[in-house]
C-alpha cells in the first residue's frame, strides 16, 4: 500500500464520520442554542433543562436519519472490503 493511498483511505474514512455525525450534532447544537435562549428570556437558570430537550431531538433525528447514516456506513465498508485485493497488490 502506498502512503497515498492510506491517506485516500483516512480522508474518505474521516468524510464519511462527519457526515454521519453532523446530523446529531447540529440538532443538538440547535436544541442547546433554542433553549438557551429560553432559558435567558425567562430566567430559568436549571442547567438539567436542556438535556431531555436534546436527548429526544437527537432521538428523533436519529429515527429519522438512521437509515440513511447506516446506507452511508454499509457502502463505504463494502468499498473498503472490496478494494482489500488491489490495496495488497499496489
Partial sequence: MT???AMTIGRQALEITFMV???????ALITGLLV?????????????????PKLLVMFLVMVLAGPWMITVMTDYMQRLFSS?????MG
Avoid at 21 to 27: E, G, I, R, V
Avoid at 84 to 88: G, K, M, N, T, V
Fill in 3 to 5: 502512503p497515498e493511498g
Fill in 21 to 27: 455525525s453532523a446530523p446529531l450534532l447540529l440538532s
Fill in 36 to 52: 438557551s435562549i429560553f432559558q435567558a428570556a425567562t430566567q430559568i437558570n436549571e442547567m438539567t433543562l436542556s438535556f431531555i
Fill in 84 to 88: 482489500i485485493p488491489w490495496l495488497a
